[in-house]
């Protein structure tokens, strides 16, 4: 009877653990059913991507080759001292505008005022006796050989005479151009023994130079007459033109660059020689092209990408661009006007991806349309 029992008491509990058993699969069942259903609801709910944009406008364009040059006098002179002699008298100081003939410092004139006494003398006296011997009356009365003396000794004297003129010339030492003083290196009451000292340095600041080298590419774009843009790093706020006055006719073979030298209008004396400038030549413009914000463009591989907003929806353009200038990249690959082209948000950005617009860049529309009624 105890055999008995004890086994309907197994047979029970076994089927107790089988009903736990099944009512354990039934539930775990039920989780991976209900996990698979979430993950189908998550994947057709679609996550809207966050962008801003802006749109094309038309509008001109120019390509500009960035270089920078050191300004330079296109006159400038080293006066020296042609003769010798104690300097009596400085009347020019660095920074004063002189004139071309006015007269800068005055060296003692008494002993080349002398000389040219003495060789006006002498040659006064060769040609009066040169007169006095010609023939009279058909008559020679000196030798021909005679004569041919006197004839020379005038002529020597006559050079001799020239020579004390331009030593007695030379002691006033004068401006050989219009400019103005740069440099002064002479003191009143000061012997100058030697000849070829410098004394002054006369600059022309109306009309400065600006040397540039640029590539050996750009030689056929570079014409005479061209205009470049020149910025100051000590004068932020100064813009000026220059243009293009001479053309180096050769190519440096070993760097391939060629030489560009620019003139710069100077009337009003504001740059000085030496300045430093940042050079943006003129190379090429064109006008009425579609211009799409820089940030825009994705370069890789050497291909150049936008995407536009079509319907809340990204839609990927392969294009091809041209020139830049302030912020704006010229889109060669023909573009709709209508679609907003993304600037903020478009890098990872998928083909086709949903899309949330953040901004509504009113500024970009009104350009646009200003562009599209002056094209009508």
């Given at each position: 009877m105890s055999l008995l029992n004890s086994f309907q008491?197994?047979?029970l509990a076994l089927s107790v653990l089988g009903l736990v058993a099944c009512s354990g699969e039934e539930s775990t069942e039920k989780a991976d059913s209900?996990?698979?259903q979430t993950a189908k609801k998550q994947e057709k709910e679609e996550f809207a991507i966050p962008v801003e944009v802006t749109f094309s406008k038309v509008g001109d364009v120019a390509k500009f080759y960035q270089t920078t040059a050191i300004?330079?006098?296109?006159?400038?002179s080293k006066v020296v001292n042609k003769v010798t002699g104690m300097l009596e008298s400085v009347h020019a100081q660095e920074g004063q505008r002189v004139s071309a003939g006015e007269l800068l410092a005055q060296i003692d004139p008494r002993n080349y005022e002398l000389d040219f006494e003495r060789a006006k003398i002498d040659y006064e006296s060769a040609k009066s006796e040169y007169r006095r011997s010609q023939p009279v009356d058909g008559k020679q009365l000196i030798s021909e050989k005679d004569l041919d003396k006197l004839r020379f000794r005038v002529q020597t004297t006559e050079n001799q005479l020239e020579v004390a003129r331009i030593k007695l010339r030379d002691s006033k030492v004068v401006s050989p151009i219009d400019g103005v003083i740069a440099k002064r290196s002479v003191k009143a009451h000061n012997m100058l023994s030697n000849l070829g000292n410098e004394?002054?340095?006369?600059?022309?600041?109306?009309?400065?130079?600006?040397?540039?080298?640029?590539?050996?590419?750009?030689?056929?774009?570079?014409?005479?007459?061209?205009?470049a843009k020149l910025h100051f790093p000590a004068e932020p706020n100064l813009q000026l033109e220059a243009t293009v006055l001479r053309i180096a006719p050769l190519v440096d073979s070993k760097l391939g660059t060629f030489k560009v030298t620019l003139t710069i209008d100077n009337q009003?004396?504001?740059?000085?020689?030496?300045?430093?400038?940042?050079?943006?030549?003129?190379?090429?413009?064109?006008?009425?092209v579609t211009l799409v914000p820089e940030n825009a463009v994705i370069k890789k591989d050497g291909k150049a990408t936008l995407f536009v907003a079509q319907n809340d929806r990204a839609k990927k353009l392969e294009v091809e661009t041209g020139y830049t200038q302030d912020g704006w990249v010229?889109?060669?690959t023909p573009i709709s006007s209508e679609d907003g082209v993304i600037t903020v948000g478009q890098h990872g950005l998928k083909d086709d991806a949903l899309l949330k617009v953040l901004n509504h860049d009113q500024s970009a529309i009104v350009t646009n349309t200003e562009d599209k009624s002056q094209q009508l």
């Open positions: 008491k197994s047979l209900k996990t698979e300004l330079e006098a296109e006159q400038e004394m002054f340095h006369v600059v022309s600041l109306d009309s400065l130079i600006g040397v540039v080298y640029l590539p050996e590419s750009e030689l056929s774009k570079v014409k005479l007459g061209q205009v009003d004396n504001i740059l000085k020689p030496g300045m430093f400038a940042r050079v943006a030549l003129l190379l090429d413009s064109k006008q009425g010229e889109v060669i």
